[in-house]
Structures are given as structure tokens and as C-alpha cells.
């Protein structure tokens, strides 16, 4: 039902799926002292929400939006208010007519962002990311899953500007990165979680690029046909890493499986270092712990601190 009450008394408000609500609504029930917002799948948000937001909400810190019609003009309204100053956290989810111009007016006029999360806004491409990585130099978490154009030009901009910052990375289904962009992520001397869930292109000689870090704690390879049991084998490497995603890797047999969980143990007598994977029922007493699954049934094993 349509209600005209304030929005944002007591803690964060989530609309989600309230297609009542429209920019007059915004306008007439947002609060100042408004923090977090989170507006997700509501079909009437435009970019006259975008505005009510940025003039009636000088404190906000967060701001989550899934919205179909916002386009670039909105993003030009962050840089003339208090946002500017408060916002720290940014996620706009699949924002479809969102494009370069209007990423690049949004990274402008937001430059004390830490984390930002453009997840499935299919038109925004490599030259975006340059602008974001030459602007927001503190950002700390970046989404770009589900974003078809970026390449792995839009990871060399990255590890130029955001290498001693950025902590997290999502490039989930993102169908050009390829081992070339795995070079550049290697570099990126902060980054402790990096997921490439379903990302086509990345092979052996890239993840075994990445078996350099010594700052991974978190590492996702679900669905990644190309990988092979001989470039997993190289996850031994990983010193720091705690946790393994593998769902639907079809290199996950059980002999590597067997192989990991002999390398964790000292089976084999080797000197490498305990690694974080361990499968099956075996408990992680280095409370490390591994995702994994065969293929093609998934099979979700989560080991446990003793």
C-alpha cells in the first residue's frame, strides 16, 4: 500500500518491490537523518528519485539501488550536494541505461567512495573504469559482475591507481577477462578477495599468476570450464588464502580433492606450507576452509574449526 509516513525513522528502511512508490512519495517521506537506504525492484524510481535522495538526505552514507530507468543524468546530482562529502558506500544494481558518461559523472562527483558496486549494468566499459580508478582513489571494494564489456584493459587502470587500496574485486561473468588481466591483478599488493565466478577466458598460466599473492585470503573459481586439474594443483601455493570456492569447476575431481588433502596434512612427506584446502569431512584446524563441488552434481562442503 501507498504511505505517505517518513521514511527512515529508526534504522535503515529497505523498499523492495514497492511499486507504489513514486518521486512524489521521495520527496514528500525521506528524512534527513537517513543513513541507509536501500531501494531494490521498485519499477517507478528515475532519476528524480536519484534527486530527492541527494537533496533530502545530507547524511547519507549508503546508498543500495536497483532501478531500471535511472539513467546519466542522475549521477550528476551527487557532486552538487552534501553527498559528496558523506557517502561512502555506492551499489547500483543493474542500472540498464547507466553508461560511460554517466559513471564518469558519478566518480567525479564522488571521490570519497570506499566501496562501489556496479553489478549488471551491461553498458559500462573499459573506459569507465578508467575514470573510477583515476578518481576515487580510496575505493576499497569494487563490483563489476555481470558487466559484459569490461576487459582486461579495465584491470591494468585498476592495478595502476588502485593497487595499494583495493582490498576486494568482482568480476563475476565478466566474458573478456582473460589471463593477461590475471598479470595485472596480480600486482594489486592489498587485494584479499578476488572472485571470477563463471568468467570463461581465465586458464591455467592465469591463476597460476595469481599463486604469487601473498595477501589472498578469499578466492572464487566457480564455473570456470578452462581450468584444469594441473593449474588447481598450483592452489597449494596460496599460503594466506582461507577460503576456496570451487562450485561447478569440472577440474574439481576427486583425485585433486585427494591431492589437496594430502598436500594439508604432510602426507606425502613435502615441505610446502599447510594450505587452506580441505575437503570432504576432514575439519580445518587451521581454521581455513574450502568450498568445493564435483561436477556436474554439486556437492557444498564446508570444513568446520575444530
Known amino acids: 500500500t501507498l504511505t505517505t509516513e517518513p521514511l527512515g525513522i529508526g534504522c535503515a528502511p529497505e523498499l523492495i518491490r514497492c511499486n507504489e512508490i513514486t518521486d512524489t512519495v521521495m520527496w514528500a517521506g525521506l528524512v534527513p ?29 549508503k546508498l543500495q539501488i536497483q532501478a531500471y530507468h535511472v539513467t546519466d543524468t542522475s549521477m550528476a546530482y551527487f557532486g552538487s550536494t552534501l553527498a559528496r562529502e558523506n557517502l561512502r558506500v555506492l551499489m547500483l544494481h543493474h542500472c540498464w541505461e547507466l553508461s560511460n558518461q554517466g559513471v564518469a559523472n558519478l566518480a567525479h562527483g564522488l571521490p570519497n567512495l570506499h566501496t562501489l558496486s556496479l553489478s549488471g549494468c551491461s553498458k559500462v566499459s573499459d573506459d569507465a573504469i578508467e575514470v573510477i580508478a583515476e578518481q576515487i582513489r580510496g575505493l576499497r571494494y569494487l563490483d563489476l559482475s555481470w558487466c559484459p564489456r569490461v576487459s582486461d584493459a579495465a584491470l591494468e587502470y585498476i592495478a595502476c591507481d588502485l593497487s595499494d587500496t583495493l582490498t576486494h574485486l568482482i568480476l563475476d561473468r565478466c566474458l573478456h577477462i582473460t589471463c593477461i588481466g590475471m598479470g595485472y591483478v596480480a600486482t594489486m599488493t592489498r587485494l584479499c578477495h578476488l572472485s571470477l565466478r563463471w568468467c570463461p577466458q581465465v586458464r591455467d598460466f592465469g591463476l597460476q599468476t595469481l599463486c604469487s599473492m601473498r595477501s589472498f585470503k578469499s578466492l572464487s573459481i566457480a564455473g570456470c570450464p578452462q581450468l584444469t586439474i594441473g593449474g588447481l594443483s598450483c592452489l597449494v601455493q596460496m599460503q594466506t588464502l582461507q577460503e576456496l570456492e570451487l562450485t561447478n569447476c569440472p577440474a574439481a575431481t576427486k583425485e585433486l580433492i585427494n591431492y589437496l588433502r594430502d598436500k594439508t596434512n604432510g602426507r606425502d612427506g613435502s615441505s610446502l606450507p599447510r594450505i587452506p584446502c580441505l575437503c570432504m569431512s576432514c575439519v580445518d584446524k587451521w581454521q581455513r576452509r574450502v568450498i568445493v563441488a564435483t561436477y556436474p552434481m554439486p556437492m557444498h562442503v564446508m570444513c568446520r574449526q575444530l
Open 33 to 61: 537523518n537517513l543513513e541507509i537506504l536501500i531501494i531494490m525492484d521498485c519499477i517507478n524510481i528515475s532519476d528524480e528519485t536519484i534527486a530527492a535522495i541527494c537533496q533530502m538526505l545530507p547524511s547519507l552514507k
